[in-house]
T-cell receptor, first 116, second 114 residues
Framework: DTEVTQTPKHLVMGMTNKKSLKCEQH?????MYWYKQKAKKPPELMFV???????INESVPSRFSPECPNSSLLNLHLHALQPEDSALYLC???????????????FGPGTRLLVL | GQQLNQSPQSMFIQEGEDVSMNCTSS?????WLWYKQDPGEGPVLLIA?????ELTSNGRLTAQFGITRKDSFLNISASIPSDVGIYFC??????????????FGQGTTLQVKP
């Protein structure tokens, strides 16, 4: 089973709203990631969690707040977003951090976010 | 920073034809990954390569980790309409090992004419 699930699939929010994206994997992977993807572009890394600890924040604005409640779950809390934040938000997981065997990242289907 | 040059940018082929795409870099990589992404979906991992010279197949797909560690190619044999999508290469360098950071190519858009 190489499934990463994400909810919701679609989300429309106003600039004053607070919402959360959720990601779950049951593959026993110890690394989890959030990416942002614009149309026809490659995914852009936002955050990396390793063993439930934040290891990389790619200078993401504070209106995006990640949380890893346990080894299977990853959340992304959204607050006061801007229209330019509209994108596909992807969660991924890997057995270990990228760089060797087991580092292949498995992506979820994404949440399509529209900020009005 | 490191960049991956992926080519071609797009391809429009006839069903049944073979397809080849590649990624090159001026930096050495220690992992190469190939993904396919359908519209509105997340990328799907097709093939993972971890050793220079490694040649791996997955059905009609074959990918190789270049011996110089600076390139990789993906071949698709006997293309079918469901091969349509965007193909991304991605890799990690020795400098980014154990950080989780992947460098992505810009993607190859494949269209197949029945």
């Amino acid at each position: 089973d190489t499934e990463v699930t994400q909810t919701p699939k679609h989300l429309v929010m106003g600039m004053t709203n607070k919402k959360s994206l959720k990601c779950e994997q049951h593959m026993g992977h110890r690394a989890m990631y959030w990416y942002k993807q614009k149309a026809k572009k490659p995914p852009e890394l936002m955050f990396v969690y390793s063993y439930e600890k934040l290891s990389i924040n790619e200078s993401v604005p504070s209106r995006f707040s990640p949380e890893c409640p346990n080894s299977s779950l990853l959340n992304l809390h959204l607050h006061a977003l801007q229209p330019e934040d509209s994108a596909l938000y992807l969660c991924a997981s890997s057995q270990v951090l990228a760089g060797g065997p087991g580092g292949g990242q498995y992506f979820g289907p994404g949440t399509r976010l529209l900020v009005l | 920073g490191q960049q991956l040059n992926q080519s071609p940018q797009s391809m429009f082929i006839q069903e049944g034809e073979d397809v080849s795409m590649n990624c090159t870099s001026s930096s050495i990589f220690n992992t190469w990954l190939w993904y396919k992404q359908d519209p509105g979906e997340g990328p799907v991992l097709l093939i993972a390569l971890y050793k220079a010279g490694e040649l791996t197949s997955n059905g009609r797909l074959t990918a190789q980790f270049g011996i110089t560690r600076k390139d990789s190619f993906l071949n698709i044999s006997a293309s079918i309409p469901s091969d349509v999508g965007i193909y991304f290469c991605a890799g990690s360098t020795p400098g980014s090992s154990n950080t989780g950071k992947l460098i992505f190519g810009q993607g190859t858009t494949l269209q197949v004419k029945p």
